[in-house]
């Protein structure tokens, strides 16, 4: 059984940073293309960040790139989100997912069949 857990969430002024963790059960984080999505109050799930499979290639959603690194520790299977010079827009719950199937890490919230349950981030100004 696949299971997904966030964790590191919280509370921060803009400007500083947090570092989301993605613990696995039930699947190797080196074998899947791993994705991370956040969800504001209202609004669609939406792209965040993903880092393919087998190799370190990543993307970012343009609103985060330069600010946010994601990374994949193999030896304890887990994917991690470093997010520095928080924004209040970026506040969100913000959801971890695996995609054993497709060939790069995806954008699209459809090719993910695993989730995680999702962990706040609430940025104050």
């Known amino acids: 059984q696949v299971q997904l857990v966030e964790s590191g969430g919280g509370l921060v002024q803009a400007g500083g940073s947090l570092r989301l963790s993605c613990a696995t059960s039930?699947?190797?984080?080196?074998?899947?293309?791993m994705g991370w999505f956040r969800q504001a109050p209202g609004k669609e799930r939406e792209f965040v960040a993903a880092?393919?499979?087998?190799?370190?290639?990543?993307r970012y959603a343009d609103s985060v790139k330069g600010r946010f690194t994601i990374s994949r520790d193999n030896a304890r299977n887990t994917a991690n989100l470093q997010m520095n010079s928080l924004k209040p827009e970026d506040t969100a719950v913000y959801y971890c997912?695996?995609?054993?199937?497709?060939?790069?890490?995806?954008?699209?919230?459809?090719?993910?069949?695993?989730w995680g349950q999702g962990t706040q981030v609430t940025v104050s100004s």
């Open positions: 997912a695996a995609d054993p199937f497709g060939v790069v890490g995806g954008t699209s919230k459809e090719k993910y069949p695993y």
């Open positions: 039930g699947l190797t984080v080196s074998r899947n293309n």
């Open positions: 880092i393919t499979r087998g190799v370190s290639t990543t």
